[in-house]
Nanobody, 118 residues
Framework: QVQLVESGGGLVQAGGSLGLSCAAS????????MGWYRQAPGKQRELVAV???????NYADSVKGRFTISRNNAKNTVFLQMSSLKPADTAVYYC????????????WGQGTQVTVSS
């Protein structure tokens, strides 16, 4: 079993920056993918940024050039640095990992609110 603990988020003005972090714990697992999704009110959850199992990164077109995903493998932690934030970025952000614990499973963080005011 993998537990994900997110931190960061909050309220920021348009044009500002914010950082999120997500630490995976539980022991006896191997992480395959680590990334971030978001869900705005009335909308479907969407991919923001992810490290693939091969180590490459994918970003949603809407955040390319503004958001940066990074990770600390030794601490099983993934980060999302968000800059030039827009009101359209307002959403609950969820950490997501795929991990091998005897079988490949998907885990979600509890979600953290990011609100960008205009």
């Amino acid at each position: 079993q993998v537990q994900l603990v997110e931190s960061g988020g909050g309220l920021v003005q348009a044009g500002g920056s914010l950082g999120l972090s997500c630490a995976a714990s539980g022991g006896g697992f191997r992480l395959y993918t680590m990334g971030w999704y978001r869900q705005a009110p009335g909308k479907q959850r969407e991919l923001v940024a992810v490290f693939t199992s091969g180590g490459s990164t994918n970003y949603a077109d809407s955040v390319k050039g503004r958001f940066t995903i990074s990770r600390n493998n030794a601490k099983n932690t993934v980060f999302l640095q968000m800059s030039s934030l827009k009101p359209a970025d307002t959403a609950v952000y969820y950490c997501n990992v795929e991990a091998w614990t005897g079988r490949l499973s998907t885990y979600w963080g509890q979600g953290t609110q990011v609100t960008v005011s205009s």
